[in-house]
C-alpha cells in the first residue's frame, strides 16, 4: 500500500506542478514507473485511485488522461462521502450551504437572464402544484442547482451541489406540519425568484439563507429518518 500511495502522490506532484496539464496523456508505464520508482502493479493502483477522484481518466483504446480537472469531476469522491451521512453530519453541513448557496444567489442576482428567470419560475410553478414527494426533491434539487449555476462559478455551484444532495434522502413532508412546511418553502423559494428579478444581490443572499435556516429548523424538530428508515 505504500508503494501505491508513493506513486500516487507522485503523479499528484506531476500533476499539481503542470508537468502533466490537463487533457495530457500520461507517459508509458515503463516511463513513469522509473520516475517514480515503483512497481507495474502499484502504478495501476495509483492511476485507478485517482480516476475515481476524477483526476485521470481512461479512454479505451488510446490509453490515460490527465481530466479536464472541473470542479464537478474533482469533487465526485466527496459527493461518495456525502451521500452517506447520517442526519446528524447533514445539520452540520448547514453551516457550511448557507453562506455559499447565500453567495451564489447573489451572484445570480448580478448575472441571471431572463432565460434563467423562466426556468426558476417554471420549476416553481411546477413544485406549487405537485403531490409527488419524488419529484418535489428532483424539483427543488432542479431550483437550486438552476440558481447556483446561474451564477457563473463552477466551482461554488458544484460543491452546493454536493452538499445539497444527501437532503432528498430526508423528508419532512410526512410531518405533522407538511402543509406549512410545504407553503413555506414555495414562499421561500418564491422570496429568491423576486430577489434575482430584482436584481438585488442583498436580498437573494438574505432570502437563501433563510430559506436554508427554516429547512434546517424543521430536520431538527423531526429528526426523519433517511429513505423511511427507522425513526431517529
Known amino acids: 500500500m505504500a508503494a501505491t500511495d508513493g506513486a500516487a502522490d507522485g503523479l499528484r506532484a506531476m500533476i499539481a506542478k503542470g508537468e502533466l496539464a490537463p487533457g495530457q496523456r500520461l507517459p508509458a508505464e515503463p516511463e513513469l514507473c522509473a520516475r517514480l520508482g515503483v512497481s507495474r502493479g502499484s502504478l495501476?493502483?495509483?492511476?485507478?485511485?485517482?480516476?475515481?477522484?476524477?483526476?485521470?481518466?481512461?479512454?479505451?483504446?488510446a490509453g490515460t488522461?490527465?481530466?479536464?480537472?472541473?470542479?464537478?469531476?474533482?469533487?465526485?469522491?466527496?459527493?461518495?462521502?456525502?451521500?452517506?451521512?447520517?442526519?446528524?453530519?447533514?445539520l452540520e453541513l448547514f453551516d457550511v450551504r448557507r453562506p455559499l448557496e447565500a453567495q451564489a444567489a447573489a451572484l445570480a442576482a448580478a448575472r441571471a437572464d431572463e432565460q434563467v428567470l423562466a426556468r426558476l419560475r417554471e420549476v416553481q410553478k411546477r413544485l406549487a402544484t405537485s403531490e409527488d414527494e419524488a419529484e418535489r426533491h428532483a424539483l427543488d434539487r432542479e431550483f437550486h442547482s438552476t440558481l447556483c449555476q446561474a451564477g457563473g462559478n463552477e466551482a461554488l455551484a458544484a460543491l452546493a451541489d454536493v452538499l445539497r444532495a444527501r437532503g432528498s434522502h430526508y423528508s419532512i413532508y410526512g410531518a405533522p406540519e407538511a402543509e406549512t412546511i410545504r407553503l413555506a418553502s414555495d414562499l421561500g423559494r418564491e422570496a429568491l425568484i423576486n430577489a434575482v428579478a430584482a436584481r438585488d444581490p442583498a436580498a437573494a443572499a438574505a432570502a437563501a439563507s433563510s430559506h436554508l435556516s427554516q429547512t434546517?429548523?424543521?430536520?431538527?424538530?423531526?429528526?426523519p429518518a433517511p429513505d423511511g428508515g427507522p425513526a431517529h
Do not use: C, I, K, N
Open 65 to 90: 488522461f490527465v481530466s479536464a480537472l472541473r470542479p464537478g469531476q474533482m469533487l465526485a469522491g466527496f459527493a461518495a462521502t456525502v451521500d452517506v451521512l447520517p442526519l446528524d453530519g447533514l
Open 44 to 61: 495501476r493502483e495509483a492511476v485507478r485511485s485517482l480516476a475515481a477522484l476524477g483526476m485521470l481518466e481512461s479512454r479505451h483504446g
Open 216 to 223: 434546517e429548523v424543521w430536520l431538527r424538530r423531526y429528526g
